[in-house]
C-alpha cells in the first residue's frame, strides 16, 4: 500500500516529471485534497502545445524588444551581467551564457529538470529578437519621445506575463530563471509572483553592487515582473485553454 504524498514525494515531484506532462496542478487524495499547482497547462497534443510554445515565445521575445527600446534600463538580469563583466574577464555576452548556466544547473538541482521547452527558450527567443530588431520600424522606437518610450516599457514588461504562461504552459520545460522560479514556488509554498520578484531584486541588488547600471524601467521591472505573471497564470488557468485536473493522473509509461 502506498504512503505519503505522491506529490510532494522528491522522486516525482520534479518540474516535468508527470508521466502525462500535467505536472503541478495535481490534487493529492493522500493529503486531503491539497492542490499543488505552479503553473497552468495548455490543453491538446503536442501540436496545440506546441502551438502554444511558439506564441508565447515570439511574445516573450516581443516583449524584450520593446522593453530594450524604450532605453529606460535594463532587465535585473542583464544589470547583474554587466557587473560581473567589469569584474571578471567575462564580456556581458559571456557573462549572460554563464549566470543562465549557472541558474540552470542550481533549478536542476533542485528538481526542475530541463525539457524542449529550455533549448526551445534559448534558441528561439533570440531568433526572435534578431527578427524583430532587423524591422526599421521597431528600432526606431527607441528615438520617440520619452512618454512614448514609458508606454514601449509598460507593454513590454505586461506581455512577459501571458508570453511566459504560454510557453510554460505548453508544459515543456522552462527557461533557467522560469525554472527557478516554478522550483522556488513548490519547495517554499510563497506564491510564485513573490517568489519572482525575490529573484529579479537579488539579481538586480547584487549587479548594482558590481556596479552594473540601472534605471527606472529597471526597478520597475523588479518589482512588478512576478506579480504580472502570477496574474498571467490565474488568467490562463481560467480560460478554456488550460486543462483542470482534480485527481492524480493514472501512472503511464512514456510522455
Not at 506532462?21 to 496545440?48: F, M, N, Y
Not at 522556488?184 to 510564485?192: L, S
Not at 556596479?211 to 515582473?225: K, P, Y
Request: with cysteine; glycine share 16%.
Amino acid at each position: 500500500m502506498q504512503t505519503g504524498c505522491p506529490v510532494s514525494d522528491p522522486a516525482r515531484r520534479g518540474i516535468g516529471l508527470w508521466p502525462d506532462g500535467g505536472r503541478d496542478r495535481q490534487r493529492c487524495s493522500t493529503c486531503s485534497g491539497s492542490e499543488i499547482k505552479a503553473h497552468p497547462r495548455l490543453r491538446g497534443g503536442h501540436v496545440a502545445r506546441g502551438a502554444g510554445l511558439l506564441f508565447g515565445l515570439f511574445l516573450f521575445a516581443l516583449a524584450i524588444v520593446l522593453i530594450l527600446e524604450s532605453k529606460l534600463g535594463l532587465s535585473p538580469w542583464d544589470v547583474l551581467n554587466q557587473g560581473l563583466s567589469r569584474h571578471t574577464p567575462l564580456s556581458f555576452g559571456m557573462a549572460n551564457v554563464a549566470v543562465g548556466l549557472v541558474v540552470l544547473v542550481l533549478g536542476w538541482s533542485l528538481g526542475g529538470a530541463p525539457g524542449l521547452g529550455t533549448v526551445a527558450n534559448a534558441v528561439l527567443v533570440g531568433t526572435f529578437i534578431q527578427g524583430l530588431t532587423a524591422i526599421g520600424a521597431v528600432t526606431s522606437l527607441a528615438h520617440e519621445p520619452v512618454g512614448v518610450r514609458v508606454v514601449l516599457l509598460l507593454a513590454g514588461v505586461a506581455l512577459i506575463g501571458p508570453a511566459t504562461a504560454f510557453y510554460i504552459g505548453a508544459d515543456y520545460g522552462a527557461g533557467p530563471r522560469d525554472t527557478l522560479m516554478l522550483v522556488g514556488k513548490r519547495r517554499t509554498g510563497v506564491r510564485i509572483g513573490i517568489v519572482r520578484g525575490t529573484l529579479e531584486l537579488s539579481a538586480l541588488i547584487v549587479g548594482i553592487v558590481l556596479g552594473g547600471t540601472f534605471g527606472a524601467g529597471t526597478v520597475l521591472f523588479a518589482l512588478t515582473v512576478g506579480p504580472v505573471i502570477e496574474a498571467s497564470f490565474w488568467l490562463l488557468e481560467r480560460t478554456p485553454l488550460a486543462v483542470r485536473i482534480v485527481a492524480p493522473p493514472a501512472v503511464v509509461e512514456g510522455i
